[in-house]
C-alpha cells in the first residue's frame, strides 16, 4: 500500500527480519523498499524517490556506517536510521555525530520504528521545501530572528547558516541580554534537529542536593522514584545550557564525559544510557577568563570554543537600534493590542545616544513603556510674565491710539492722557511709528 507517510529503504542481512519491517511498515502506510545486500540497496537507491533510510549496522560486506558515509556523500538531506544491537550502541551513538539521524536498540517495537519515521519524513520534506526556496528562504527566516544591518549582525548571520546543520557542540559568549538564548533557538531550528526537543537550563539553577538529578537523572533504584534529566530529554535535539561556567566543577566534569562518550549516567544507576546529544552553552563576555580563573575547565572550553559566537551588546551595533526598536514597538502593540506610535527623528537620536546596558530587555521594555503611555502632544507655550503681557496690553493701545489720530503723536498723547514726552519714549521702546 502506497500513500503519502513516506517511502522507506529498509536495508538488513536478515530476510526474516526484512520481510517482517516491510509488512509491518507498508500495512502503516508508507511504501517501503527492502534489501538484504547493502551494496545492491546503494546501487539500486533512488535518491530523489525516497524519504528515509533504515539500516542494521553490522552486516557482512557493507556495515551501516559505511551505507551512512556513502549517503552522506551521495545526499546529506536523506535522513538515515540506524539499527543496532545492545554491543553497538556506543557504535550507533557515535554514528550520529557523523550524521545519523537516530538509532533503534534490538529488539526494538515496532511502533517506535513508526514514530522514527515519522520524524524522519517530516524532516526530510522540511528540507525539501527549504531546499526548493534556495538560500533566499533560510536568509528571511535569520534576517527574522537576528534583525540589523551591522557588520557585526551580518557576520554572525553567515556564522549562523555555517554552522546550524553541522554535528558540533558551540559556545555563545557575550553580555546578559544581548540574544544568546535567541541565537541558540535559531542554530536549533534551522538546522537538522529542529523537530527534536529544544531543552533551555541556567546553571545558576543547579545548586543543592537536586542539582545532579536535574542535569543527569535519577535512578528509580536509588531511594526515590526515576527521573529524566535535562539531557535525556534533549537527546536527539539541543539542550541550551546557559550561564555554564557557574556549573559546579564537578557537574562540568561530568557534562565532558557525556559529549565525548555519548552517554549518560543517572544518579544511583548502574549502566549508562546512550544519548545523542547537542550542547550549545552560554557564557559571559570573557569565557577564557573564566576558564583562566579556574570557574570553568580547560577541556571543556576546548571542547565548545572550536564554535564559538559571541553576541555584541547594543552599543556596539548603534546603526540597528531603530530597526530593532520598531520590531519590539509592534510586538509590544500587537501584543497589547494597543496603536504603535511613530518613531520620531528626535527619538531614533535618543535610542542612539544611550548606552543600553540592558541591552535587549532594556530595548524591550523601553518599546513597551512608549506603547503604554506614549508622550503626549507638544504642550503650548507658557504664559509669558506679568510685566511683558503689560507691556504688551500698552503697546497696543499705544497703537491703537495712534491709528485713530492718523500718526499724529501729539493727539494720540492727548488722548491716552500722556506727556508728550513719555509717549514718544514709549513709541521708541515698542518700535511704533508716529508722524
Known amino acids: ?37 547493502p551494496a545492491a540497496a546503494l546501487a539500486g537507491l533512488d535518491l530523489p524517490g525516497c524519504d528515509c533510510v ?6 557482512p560486506g557493507l556495515d551501516g556506517q559505511q551505507v551512512l558515509d556513502a549517503l552522506r556523500l551521495r545526499d546529506p538531506d536523506l535522513p538515515v536510521v540506524l539499527l543496532s544491537g545492545h ?13 545519523a539521524h537516530d538509532f533503534l536498540e534490538k529488539p526494538y517495537r515496532a511502533e517506535h520504528l513508526v514514530e ?23 536568509s528571511e527566516r535569520l534576517e527574522a530572528r537576528l534583525p540589523g544591518g551591522s557588520a557585526h549582525v551580518r557576520h554572525l548571520r553567515q556564522r549562523v547558516r555555517a554552522l546550524a546543520d553541522l554535528p558540533v557542540d558551540l559556545m555563545l559568549s557575550g553580555e546578559p541580554g544581548t540574544g544568546r538564548r535567541a541565537l541558540a533557538r535559531a542554530l ?21 542536593p537536586g542539582a545532579e538529578a536535574e542535569l543527569f537523572g535519577q535512578d528509580r533504584g536509588s531511594g526515590s522514584g526515576a527521573r529524566m534529566g535535562r539531557i535525556e530529554q534533549a537527546s536527539g535535539g539541543t539542550l541550551y545550557l546557559a550561564s555554564i561556567e557557574v556549573l ?18 543517572r544518579g544511583g544507576a548502574a549502566t549508562p544510557r546512550p544519548v545523542d546529544l547537542r550542547l550549545i552553552a552560554g557564557t559571559g563576555p570573557d569565557p577564557a577568563r573564566a576558564m583562566a580563573e579556574g570557574r570553568l575547565r580547560a577541556d571543556l572550553f576546548h571542547h565548545l570554543s572550536a564554535a564559538a559566537l559571541t553576541l555584541p551588546p547594543l552599543r556596539q551595533r548603534r546603526e540597528d537600534l531603530g530597526e530593532l526598536f520598531a520590531a519590539h ?47 503626549p502632544a507638544p504642550l503650548p507655550d507658557p504664559e509669558p510674565p506679568l510685566p511683558e503681557r503689560l507691556a504688551a496690553i500698552e ?38 511709528r508716529a508722524e
Open 1 to 37: 500500500m502506497q500513500n503519502d507517510r513516506g517511502r522507506i529503504v529498509f536495508i538488513d542481512d536478515e530476510a526474516a527480519l526484512c520481510q517482517a519491517a516491510g509488512d509491518w511498515l507498508e500495512a502503516s502506510g508508507f511504501a517501503v523498499r527492502t534489501f538484504t545486500d
Open 54 to 59: 533504515v539500516t542494521d549496522l553490522r552486516m
Open 87 to 99: 554491543a553497538d550502541v556506543p557504535v550507533a551513538v557515535a554514528a550520529m555525530r557523523t550524521g
Open 116 to 138: 522514527v519515521l515519522d520524524s524522519a519524513v517530516a524532516l526530510r520534506r522540511m528540507r525539501r521545501q527549504a531546499r526548493a526556496g534556495g538560500p533566499a528562504l533560510m
Open 188 to 208: 536549533h531550528d534551522l538546522g537538522r534537529r529542529a523537530r527534536k526537543p529544544f531543552v533551555t537550563l541556567d546553571a545558576h539553577a543547579l545548586t543543592g
Open 248 to 265: 559546579p566543577l564537578a557537574l562540568q566534569a561530568r557534562l565532558m564525559a557525556v559529549l565525548r562518550d555519548g552517554e549518560v549516567m
Open 329 to 375: 514597538l509592534h510586538e509590544a502593540a500587537r501584543r497589547l493590542g494597543l496603536p504603535a506610535p511613530e518613531l520620531r527623528a528626535a527619538d531614533l537620536d535618543r535610542l542612539v545616544a544611550h548606552d543600553w546596558p540592558g541591552n535587549l530587555p532594556e530595548l524591550r521594555a523601553e518599546a513597551q513603556r512608549l506603547v503604554l503611555a506614549p508622550e
Open 395 to 432: 503697546a497696543a493701545m499705544i497703537a491703537s491710539a495712534l491709528s485713530d489720530a492718523k500718526g499724529v503723536a501729539a493727539l494720540a498723547a492727548e488722548r491716552l492722557g500722556l506727556p508728550r514726552r513719555t509717549l514718544n519714549e514709549k513709541i521708541a521702546r515698542y518700535g511704533l
